[in-house]
């Protein structure tokens, strides 16, 4: 029977298909739920560009789009049609995007499948390769991470080019090469790490012989590249030249000890991680030198297509090797790799005909299985994420850091105090933790330790300029208003807080009883919603005290009052009409004629101004300006009693005139 289930299932296509579906939806069934991460934050959740559809085709050209913070700015707009689409469809709904992922993860190794078929592999090992890839630990990074998408897209982009450029060469078919560049030019749209396409076919024809008579062949991949490299060259000439994170030893270095570490965990896939226990290195490390030997050795010693797998992983590689990267080593980064390592081990001579390889593989699948389900559990929350890092790499303040910052989030500002001591504890001159730390202080209350921590963070680092934001933050809560005014003023324009620097600037001219300012601060704040509630709160605040002053005969405060909101913005309705109304009720009606036609005439239908005007004009005896005036108001209102109020008093003007 066993035997019977077999046979069909490497036999038939569809059967071998519905087999590697079934397995990914069951091994990441457990993930669907998994809550967003630690960048998903500024990219995803409070990325306020992927709200609107409309921004769609912006993705294309605004770079900055990518996150919520500018400075964050990468070119992948596909990806941010990807999150824009998910978001259309269930908001922060986090299943949908889980799902997304999933189905990406089981897109690549549906292609992967069809490649090995290619490489001319049995159906079974290419079955057996196919499962290895669907169920291994490394590929749980890029399905669960959400943000980590880019690196599927940019898989499937370079897996579906292989494929149907083997398949356009195969069937000497141009259609097929065609859709082979467009799987490119999405993978390249999706993340830059697609570049090495064109590696990979020049690898493959190479392996099979046949390198010099397809060059004709990949000039179209070239170009496609090359116009992509102008697209993003701002961002390489910045991290290669410009502004590189380490120095060119040290980054080859480094990737050279990171290419051997990155082996064993494609090998034993036991201790992953998100924060790996790995350091820089110099040229002169005779670990360095080591491990440079191992792998060129590696390479000399395999023949066939194991070597063409091997070539495929550090061609795989090659992006993060040359462009230093602020995190040294990352596991998503093997996720095309991991494609490589397929190719290589079955490439291994006489590997199926190897003996207890049926049984043996079944275990070898199972054991990865269960690996990689329970790494989806501990990509739960960021408590456990972090919490499984810190207890991995105890010496990292990464883990710890972002332990705290997850514990405050949640509401845990004790919790949080506790991680980020802990963090200091790792290394006390910390600057991000020691302001986080001064924010738990904030949260807790405990406002004068908040501020003199953001003082001695400034102090020690006058380049973190929003620590100024921070600072005016704890200042305002402590009471301490001038000081605040003063922190506010000093944030840069470029700053990200700067609008909520303004509204809170606004907020402290309130609290200091300086009205005008506060809403002047207020309408400068832009769009910011809290600004525009509290410049609408205070200014309705404000009216209604005008207002009841009128109504008390306390015509000189309400005067006064109103002549201070209008230099808070002249173009103010109210507090001109409400000016206007308290000159009138002094008798000055010049002056209240004059209000009342600038107020007209910036205000063409608002009614009660005009009814206000001819009041005036009526009132100083100016009869035949009052009369038009009247008529002007019961032609254009559409208000019944307006209408009927200047007829009434247009009745009793003509009873007047002589």
């Known amino acids: 029977m066993m035997k019977r289930i077999y046979f069909a299932l490497v036999s038939r296509r569809d059967a071998s298909a519905l087999l590697i579906a079934v397995s990914v939806l069951v091994i990441y069934g457990n993930s669907i739920h998994n809550a967003f991460q630690y960048d998903d934050r500024h990219s995803i959740v409070e990325n306020t560009h992927l709200r609107t559809a409309g921004n769609i085709p912006s993705f294309f050209t605004h770079p ?104 356009g060469v195969q069937k000497g078919a141009l259609f097929f090469v ?71 030893p040290q980054q080859l270095a480094t990737q050279v000890k990171a290419l051997v570490y990155y082996a064993l965990l494609l090998l034993a896939p036991l201790k992953l991680n998100v924060d790996h226990a790995f350091t820089t290195s110099s040229v002169g490390e005779l670990g360095v030198w080591f491990c440079a030997l191992a792998l060129g050795s590696l390479l000399w010693c395999v023949r066939g297509q194991s070597r063409q797998g091997i070539l495929w992983i550090l061609a795989g590689l090659l992006p993060t090797l040359v462009v230093p990267l602020n995190v040294l080593v990352n596991e998503h980064r093997l996720y095309l790799p991991l494609v490589g390592l397929v190719v290589a ?35 739960s929350d960021e408590l456990s994420l972090w919490g499984d890092a810190a207890i991995k790499n105890p010496t990292a303040v990464r883990p710890v850091v972002y332990l705290g910052n997850a514990a405050r989030q949640a509401g845990e500002p004790k ?60 200042l305002q809560l402590a009471g301490r208003f001038a000081e605040a005014r003063d922190q506010y003023r000093m944030l840069p324009v470029s700053s990200p807080h700067r609008a909520l620097a303004v509204n809170n600037l606004g907020a402290v001219y309130e609290e200091m009883g300086k009205i005008d300012s506060a809403l002047y601060y207020y309408g400068q704040a832009g769009q910011l919603h809290q600004a ?55 008798g000055r009606y010049s002056e209240s004629i004059v209000m009342n036609q600038q107020l007209v005439e910036a205000h063409p239908d608002f009614d009660e101004g005009i009814l206000q005007l001819a009041l005036a004009l009526e009132s100083s005896g100016r009869f035949f300006e009052a009369e038009a005036s009247y008529q002007e108001l019961t032609k254009r209102t559409r208000s019944i009693e307006m209408n009927r109020i200047g007829t009434e008093r247009l009745r009793a003007l003509k009873e007047r005139m002589p």
């Open 64 to 167: 900055e789009y990518f996150s919520r913070d500018a400075d964050k700015a990468m070119y992948r707009p596909l990806l941010l049609v990807s999150f824009a689409l998910n978001y259309a469809l269930g908001k922060y709904n986090v299943v949908s995007y889980h799902l997304v992922n999933i189905g990406l993860h089981l897109l690549c190794t549906l292609l992967l499948w069809g490649i090995l078929r290619r490489l001319e592999q049995p159906p079974c090992m290419s079955l057996l390769g196919a499962l290895f890839f669907a169920v291994h630990p490394l590929a749980s990074e890029p399905v669960n991470y959400i943000s980590s998408r880019s690196e599927l897209m940019a898989a499937a982009g370079v897996l579906g080019g292989v494929l149907f450029y083997q398949r």
């Open 345 to 379: 081990i079955l490439g291994i001579r006489s590997l199926e005909s190897a003996p207890g390889l049926r049984w043996g593989a079944p275990l070898l699948l199972a054991f990865l299985a269960l690996i990689t389900i329970e790494r989806n559990s501990v990509w």
């Open 415 to 474: 919790l949080a105090e506790i991680h980020y001591r802990r963090a200091l504890a790792l290394d006390p001159q910390h600057l991000t933790v020691r302001a986080n730390l001064a924010n738990v202080y904030q949260d807790m209350g405990r406002y004068d330790l908040a501020v003199d921590a953001f003082a001695k963070v400034l102090t020690d680092q006058p380049g973190m300029t929003d620590i100024h934001y921070s600072l005016g933050r704890a």
């Open 532 to 586: 525009r509630h509290n410049r609408g709160r205070l200014l309705g605040k404000e009216l209604l005290q005008i207002r009841q002053w009128l109504d008390a005969k306390q015509f000189h405060q309400a005067e006064n009052h109103a002549r201070l909101l209008l230099a808070a913005d002249e173009g103010e309705r109210e507090p001109h009409f409400l000016l206007a109304v308290a000159l009138f009720l002094q």
């Open 178 to 248: 065609v859709l082979s560049l467009l799987c490119f030019a999405a993978g390249l749209l999706s993340k830059s790490v697609a570049i090495v396409l064109p590696l990979w076919i020049v690898i493959w024809e190479w392996q099979r012989g046949h390198l010099a008579a397809s060059w004709y062949r990949l000039w179209p991949y070239a170009l496609v590249a090359g116009g992509y490299v102008l697209v993003i060259r701002e961002f390489l000439v910045k991290a290669v030249l410009a502004d590189p994170v380490r120095t060119w």
